[in-house]
Nanobody, 121 residues
Framework: QVQLVESGGGLVQPGGSLRLSCAAS????????MYWVRQAPEKGLEWVSA????????YYADSVKGRFTISRDNAKNTLYLQMNSLKSEDTGVYYC??????????????WGQGTQVTVSS
């Protein structure tokens, strides 16, 4: 069965960095577009970033553009999110998700359990 397991979250000071990982199994990872989605406390889901298959074109929400970098290692079946210059508003639970996906409706093929990121001094 499809499994997506996020890791790498934690507490970091404003301006700091974290790298999230998402270990995928149960499907052909290289054949699927992948996403990072987050949910801030008492707020709705927000699409953060996406990466497609093939050459791995990447896409970012305006709120994280220039600070976050999505990448994938198909040999390791792992998705990454490098987060730099973190702000308090980046606090939330971060989920990885797989295609089929629709960022307008936040409906995705599968989700992980999420990893907590807290940006605070």
């Amino acid at each position: 069965q499809v499994q997506l397991v996020e890791s790498g979250g934690g507490l970091v000071q404003p301006g700091g960095s974290l790298r999230l990982s998402c270990a995928a199994s149960g499907f052909t990872f290289s054949s699927y577009g992948m996403y990072w989605v987050r949910q801030a406390p008492e707020k709705g889901l927000e699409w953060v970033s996406a990466i497609n298959t093939g050459i791995g074109s990447t896409y970012y929400a305006d709120s994280v553009k220039g600070r976050f970098t999505i990448s994938r290692d198909n040999a390791k079946n792992t998705l990454y999110l490098q987060m730099n210059s973190l702000k308090s508003e980046d606090t939330g639970v971060y989920y990885c998700a797989k295609d089929p996906g629709d960022v307008a409706t936040m409906i995705f093929g599968s989700w992980g359990q999420g990893t907590q990121v807290t940006v605070s001094s």
